[in-house]
């Protein structure tokens, strides 16, 4: 049983519609992230929140939309998507923005976009 | 910026054999964390180990040991008595301490199959 819960696990949607990832961690964590993971190649930080407040947005595109409405949960609203975007988005959390003590992911929401 | 590479694609061991998992990295720092992640087919990530780089002292976590060479910037990963459960891919990570909230280095991870 994993602290980080990601719902859902697997998603299909056009390239026109809207949809959202959520997670949920029951860690008692004051920093979370999502992490984007494609074939073949490292894992992609996208964005971080740290009590709340957004503290990174790696380059991210603007159809990926992120919210975090408290410490334990986080949300990331897609819209308009590319096939290149499909992929398996992994959500984690840390104690605290220094993540000294590791990072805890979910199971990830895989996603493909048709 | 920091590189975390790993040269091994993929590995194979017998099962109740002893495996090493090979991890360097590229720092100007002196103050790092350093960590092995195993994904197995489930794919969620799970923190296998961790390693603070003003420490000496190898970790271990049961079977599971490293070899921490801060000078050669090498990391690493024992993995003794294999399981048939520890087939999975396996990610070295690296962060910084100098900052919060900065990124995990990833390597591109190493597929490890045990056979039977």
């Known amino acids: 049983e994993t602290g980080v819960t990601q719902t859902p696990r697997h998603l299909v949607m056009g390239m026109t519609n809207k949809k959202s990832l959520k997670c949920e961690q029951h860690l008692g964590h004051n920093a979370m992230y999502w992490y984007k993971q494609s074939a073949k190649k490292p894992l992609e930080l996208m964005f971080v929140y740290n009590f709340k407040e957004q503290t990174e947005n790696n380059s991210v595109p603007s159809r990926f939309s992120p919210e975090c409405p408290n410490s334990s949960h986080l949300f990331l609203h897609l819209h308009t998507l590319q096939p290149e975007d499909s992929a398996l988005y992994l959500c984690a959390s840390s104690q605290d923005g220094m993540g000294e003590t590791g990072i805890y992911f979910g199971e990830g929401s895989w996603l493909t976009v048709v | 910026a920091q590189t975390v590479t790993q040269s091994q694609p993929e590995m194979s061991v017998q099962e109740a054999e002893t495996v090493t998992l090979s991890c360097t990295y590229d720092?100007?720092?002196?103050?790092?964390?350093l960590f092995w992640y195993k994904q197995p087919p489930s794919r969620q990530m799970i923190l296998v180990i961790r390693?603070?780089?003003?420490?000496?002292q190898n970790a271990t976590e049961n079977r599971f040991s490293v070899n921490f060479q801060k000078a050669a910037k090498s990391f690493s990963l024992k993995i003794s008595d294999s399981q048939l459960g520890d087939a999975a891919m396996y990610f070295c990570a690296y962060r910084s301490a100098r900052e919060v909230n900065n990124d995990m280095r990833f390597g591109a991870g190493t597929r490890l199959t045990v056979k039977p």
């Open positions: 720092t100007s720092e002196s103050d790092y964390y």
């Open positions: 390693q603070e780089a003003y420490k000496q």
